[in-house]
T-cell receptor, first 112, second 112 residues
């Protein structure tokens, strides 16, 4: 059974610092890995999707890397802003179209 | 365009009552997923519909939970004889032929 773990569970940084969020998964046979953002009382917003054949994906200040063999992904957020405060979730998909298996999330607070 | 919508946004019910939660996916999306997010269990998969195929019900926690999708569009998640442990946020997501699942804002269920 796939298990996804996110460390740390919570993170607080001053504005301008870079954020590093970690995600690990136990079964390396994945189809893709996705990073989501969740704001309080809201649904999930997809940030980045990395296919199993890819090593990284970038979007603006966000960069996500994937090391499938070691079962790890890292989300980097450069030059953090207070608006980046949210919970960040990673999730893996075992096969195309299948369910997402989520980690517990990292709650991020960026202090002005 | 319109995103995934869910209703009601909040539901308070008494233990033992039945509840119905509704999901309106993005128009044209053939895949629809239900997830549950609770404090103790994180975000977990419940059920998945893909076109006219038999749904993947592997995540439903008990036979009190059921879901249907009528006409390949709207879906209803029904919880019979609700228990306090059913209190959670129920999230719906839909997907077209791409890989990204788009999430609705969720229904917050509280069972008293």
């Amino acid at each position: 059974k796939q298990e996804v773990t996110q460390i740390p569970a919570a993170l607080s940084v001053p504005e301008g610092e870079n954020l590093v969020l970690n995600c690990s998964f136990t079964d390396s046979a994945i189809y893709n890995l996705q990073w989501f953002r969740q704001d309080p009382g809201k649904g999930l917003t997809s940030l980045l999707l990395i296919q199993s054949s890819q090593r990284e994906q970038t979007s603006g200040r966000l960069n996500a890397s994937l090391d499938k063999s070691s079962g790890r992904s890292t989300l980097y957020i450069a030059a953090s802003q207070p608006g980046d405060s949210a919970t960040y979730l990673c999730a893996v998909v075992k096969a195309a179209g299948n369910k997402l298996t989520f980690g517990g999330g990292t709650r991020v607070l960026v202090k002005p | 365009g319109a995103g995934v919508s869910q209703s009601p946004s909040n539901k308070v019910t008494e233990k033992g009552k039945d509840v119905e939660l509704r999901c309106d996916p993005i128009s044209g999306h053939t895949a629809l997923y239900w997830y549950r997010q609770s404090l103790g269990q994180g975000l977990e998969f419940l059920i998945y519909f893909q076109g006219n195929s038999a749904p993947d019900k592997s995540g439903l926690p008990s036979d009190r939970f059921s879901a249907e999708r009528t006409g390949g569009s709207v879906s209803t998640l029904t919880i019979q004889r609700t228990q306090q442990e059913d209190s959670a946020v129920y999230l719906c997501a839909s997907r077209s032929t791409g890989r990204i699942q788009y999430f609705g804002p969720g229904t917050r269920l509280l069972v008293l």
